[in-house]
């Protein structure tokens, strides 16, 4: 019997900010894969790291950003690719970004920005994503995160 093959080689990371207004979600508009398509903070977990560690470098990488807290979101997104025939599974984590913070995007997006968890499920192209993000929103917004998801390292 053949098998569908699970893998796990990428970390996804949701920033938020505060405003005087309203939590907001950080989008960034890809020039590389999935090209004009808005997402979150992504990218494949490289030889010795955690995922959490991938987050913050991905972070870091794409946006400019340090956190001011990390947390695991206590969730996966999951999704199905046709081309690899495999469902891929990715750790997802929240990050809180300082509301005075400055982006500084790297050649992978083309641009970025900041909306309410509303706008961002219309602007995503995923299910999944929507999905995540409400988790996000209920989980992280709505109510304290729990502090067991805190990421100490950070």
């Not at 340090?66 to 081309?83: G, I, M, N, R, V």
């Not at 995540?132 to 109510?143: A, G, H, N, Q």
């Amino acid at each position: 019997m053949a098998e569908i093959p699970i893998r796990s080689f990428i970390a996804s990371l949701f920033a938020i900010r505060k405003t005087q207004a309203r939590h907001e979600v950080l989008l960034l508009k890809r020039t590389q894969t999935l090209i004009g398509a808005w997402c979150q903070v992504a990218g494949s977990i490289e030889e010795g790291e955690t995922a959490w560690q991938t987050a913050l470098r991905e972070l870091d990488e794409e946006t400019g950003l340090q956190p001011e807290a990390l947390y695991s979101a206590d969730t996966c997104e999951q999704f199905y690719e046709a081309d690899r025939d495999a469902i891929t599974i990715a750790p997802v984590f929240v990050a809180f970004i300082d509301s005075a913070a400055t982006v500084s995007l790297n050649h992978e997006h083309s641009e970025y920005r900041w909306v309410s968890f509303e706008e961002a499920r219309e602007m995503v192209a995923f299910g999944g994503q929507r999905r995540v993000l409400s988790w996000i929103e209920d989980e992280f917004i709505k109510r304290p995160p729990s502090k067991h998801l805190l990421i100490e390292s950070v």
